[in-house]
């Protein structure tokens, strides 16, 4: 796996932690599928939060030279994807986190604790 998606990951859940996402979980997928190494998945409160927890991921991967090949769900913000390649963002407001419970779909790939992406 490459130092580049730990490295991508680690800055989207600091983007993240500055906007106050709840429930951050990140699942190793690169033994499952060829979509990326890492999902990252949060949630927030309403609609704004979640726009703003997008918004700083964007921003921070901007600046350290990532940019998304799509972003997908803004506008309504109950499930936006921000696809990077190597890491796929999910932000969901807390209803339909639970009825898409991606941590069941994915459980064959690795949940990883976030304290791995500490320095």
Do not use: C
């Amino acid at each position: 796996m490459e130092q580049n998606s730990k490295e991508m990951a680690k800055l989207a859940i600091l983007a993240l932690e500055e906007k106050k996402a709840e429930d951050i979980r990140v699942i190793d997928i690169s033994q499952v599928t060829v979509l990326a190494d890492y999902f990252i998945i949060a949630d927030g409160s309403n609609r704004n939060q979640v726009q703003a927890m997008i918004d700083n991921v964007e921003e921070t991967l901007g600046k350290a030279g990532y940019t998304p090949k799509q972003i997908e769900g803004y506008q309504n913000a109950n499930w936006v994807l921000m696809d990077y390649s190597d890491i796929i963002v999910h932000v969901f407001d807390k209803e339909n986190r639970l009825f898409y419970d991606l941590e069941r779909i994915w459980r064959d790939g690795k949940t990883i604790s976030l304290n791995e992406f500490k320095d």
